[in-house]
């Protein structure tokens, strides 16, 4: 295991932090910016010599500027299959990117609240995650990074439609905003298919956990929006503000009627998720994920007082397999890591 991405017990990262506004609903907000540098072709064109002097050129650039006392940057190519999957699963690299080969790299801030993919779909992806809703604070932020980017990096861009990027759903303002969400009240109640529909009908994508390509598991959704070309920054972060709020909305009304009209079936899901994760001795990364979905619920509505939101979400990245292998000092098998992985959970619920 590689020093400069240690995996330390209770650092998930500052957008984890159980903070902000609708944090009993909204994990996190992510904006991500898709930018490419002018005279290279698009990632999909470059051989494996241009991605290397592509990214050399990324590097030599951004090396000067400091967008947080705690960033570093990586060569992914230089580092193993763990410390990639670290940074996928702590959001700061896409599954694209950690399991690609060739050229590639990141600059991250330690804090995990920052990163700069290179070499990824498009030469570079700049993303700022947040905790609970805060789109609007954050997208400052990322004008203010992007800003002193240009400055140093000579943007592909057209004077009428905007930044170039190599999917077309991207181009013009080149960015996405998004919302990871928990919604394990609509999901109970098939209500969900509802929200994205509404989602759908407003040009917005609904994705797993882990962004595109994954799977839905324990409740969480990704909503972002899926086209930029003709749209303005404001337009999109609107269309996001206008169905967002409408599904917290939704989901704290649900969560309302069905406590009411069922609430022995919901504390008996919520304290059975407490006593598993408290006494497991051993539990797959999905099964802690779904659990940790039920026991947040209780939290969120005043059923459990001896666990905090945030250990919780900090839980839903810390027992990821990735993570769970750093903090051992040998390499483990799956079942081993399941071990682990329960013995953890014990420790930071006070079990052990």
């Known amino acids: 295991m590689n020093d400069h991405f240690a995996a330390s017990p209770g650092d998930a990262g500052s957008w984890m932090a159980a903070e902000g506004e609708d944090r009993d ?8 910016l898709a930018r490419n540098v002018n005279d290279f072709p698009f990632k999909a064109r470059l051989s494996t010599d241009e991605c290397r002097r592509l990214q050399e050129h990324v590097h030599e650039k951004l090396s000067p500027l400091r967008f947080a006392d705690d960033q570093v940057y990586v060569d992914l190519e ?13 959001h700061l690299i896409s599954m694209e990117l950690a399991r690609a080969d ?16 290179v070499n990824e779909e498009d030469h570079l992806r700049v993303q700022l995650l947040g905790p609970g809703q805060t789109l609007s604070e954050i997208l ?37 905003f ?21 989602a759908q009908k407003m040009k917005l994508a609904v994705r797993g956990f882990y ?14 929006n899926q086209v930029t070309l003709g749209r303005s920054v404001e337009d999109l972060l609107q269309d996001l503000l206008k169905v967002v709020p409408e599904i ?24 059975r998720a407490l006593g598993l994760l408290r006494h497991a001795r051993k539990i797959s990364s999905q099964e802690a994920l779904e659990l940790l979905s039920q026991l947040r619920l209780g939290v969120c509505v005043g059923m ?28 483990l098998s799956e079942e081993e890591r399941d071990v682990a992985r329960a013995r953890y959970v014990r420790q930071r619920l006070g079990a052990e």
């Open 25 to 32: 609903v909204i994990i996190t907000s992510r904006i991500r």
């Open 78 to 90: 230089e580092v193993d299959l763990l410390d990639r999957e670290l940074l996928l699963e702590s």
């Open 102 to 117: 060739g050229p590639r790299g990141v600059v991250y801030s330690r804090r995990r609240h920052l990163s700069i993919m």
């Open 140 to 176: 400052r932020e990322i004008e203010q990074i992007d800003q002193a980017i240009s400055e140093n990096v000579d943007y592909a861009a057209h004077s009428r439609f905007g930044y170039l990027t190599s999917c077309p759903t991207n181009v013009g303002t080149g960015l996405r």
């Open 178 to 198: 998004s919302v990871m969400l928990h919604l394990p009240a609509l999901v109970t109640t098939k209500e969900i298919d509802k929200e994205f529909n509404a």
């Open 211 to 224: 962004g595109e390509g994954a799977s839905f598991v324990g409740d969480f959704f990704q909503v972002s």
């Open 248 to 271: 917290v909305k939704h989901e704290r009304s649900v969560r309302s009627l069905i406590l009411k009209d069922h609430r022995n079936e919901i504390e008996d899901k919520v304290y």
């Open 304 to 331: 459990v007082d001896t666990v905090d939101l945030k250990s919780i979400n900090e839980l839903l990245v810390l027992t990821q397999p990735a993570h769970v292998q750093a903090m051992e000092t040998k390499d």
